[in-house]
């Protein structure tokens, strides 16, 4: 029997026959660098990355957006810092400040380890703040030692000293590197002891 024409029962087309649901479409798959861009949400970054240009744009773009707080464009611009100059303990030192930022203490200290080994000025002073963070106390004085011995005149002295005095009451700094351990003013000769020649006369 044909199919009714007011319920479509019997004999009709099958589903078979109906147009197909087109697949949705797959997103390609987004790089670090695609989701940086994104958060960073700036027409200059293509592909994530910001615009070729010198290493030395890159670290004050760098630093200013991690002024800024915009960590991930920071992050952007120092990677880009990177691969302008490899191994660049500023680069480095730049994106320990950027983990610090985001609260990633184990990242951050990696990298502050790296640009301190590298020669960076406040590198140690900055891996040792990270090592408090982490409650890693013992490695936080080591590198608060080590920063003042390197760098006696740094611009952190006073608070790596400080910082170990809290941490390790009893630790001993050098004399010329401890402002409170002045040597015992030598105590003037008593009379007594004066030489006899100064009075004149020679003892008997």
Known sequence: TGADPETGSGTGSSSADATPTPAPSRKP?????????????SDAFVDGRPPVRGYDWYMQQGRDELAAENFARARAYFDSALEA????AEAMDG?????TGLGDYISAARYFRVAAQRGDSDGYFNLG????RLGRNEDAVSAYFTYVKRRPSGTHVGAAIAAIKRIEPRAKLPPELDPDSEPAAKSAPSSAEAP????GTTAP
């Open 95 to 99: 994106l320990g400040d950027v983990m």
């Open 85 to 88: 100059r490899p191994g660049s």
């Open 196 to 199: 006899a020649q100064e009075s």
């Open 29 to 41: 798959a987004y790089d670090e660098y695609d989701r940086l861009a994104a958060a960073a949400g």
């Open 129 to 132: 703040r990270t090592y408090e």
